[in-house]
């Protein structure tokens, strides 16, 4: 159940900067919700969801440098060197140096790293099916398809 107060701005007829908001908060509400949720499932693998989702990446590129993981993630580089930092203490990638430029390192999965990666594709998959499972398949491919139209459009230009 909504709080009271998202109710009644979503209710506000003829308020179009109230609906706005409410829009807003409601993504917010929606998006908070479903990562506490993953959190909660990665928690007992020692990672959150930024952390799984620098596995998949890893898994999906291959080893990369922490640049390129900036450029595919969108995390800024502080935020980046404390995820990789945090992996690397788990066990579960390494930084090795990159041959042809000292002073870059390339971030792969150990093998830690990837029985990890699949214990948290399970648990991601609970937590899909208990947030999502509801959804008839079609309404998962329109909400897909309005959130992605929704992040093109108010991308960076």
């Known amino acids: 159940m909504l709080d009271d107060l998202l109710e009644r701005i979503l209710a506000e007829d003829g308020d179009a900067a109230a609906r706005h908001v409410g829009l807003g908060m409601l993504l917010a509400t929606a998006h908070g919700r479903s990562r506490a949720g993953m959190n909660d499932e990665l928690r007992p693998l020692g990672i959150d969801v930024r952390e799984f989702t620098m596995l998949l990446a890893l898994d999906m590129y291959g080893p990369s440098s922490q640049r390129r993981l900036i450029d595919l993630t969108g995390i800024d580089k502080s935020t980046m060197v404390r995820i990789i930092d945090a992996l ?70």
């Open 88 to 157: 690397e203490h788990g066990g579960l990638v390494r930084r090795d140096r990159v041959p042809e430029d000292r002073r870059a390192y390339s971030v792969m999965l150990t093998d830690d790293g990837r029985r990890t990666l699949e214990s948290g594709r399970r648990a991601g998959a609970d937590v899909g099916e208990r947030l999502f499972g509801w959804l008839r398949p079609d309404e998962r491919d329109q909400l897909v398809g309005l959130l992605r139209r929704l992040a093109e459009h108010t991308a960076p230009r």
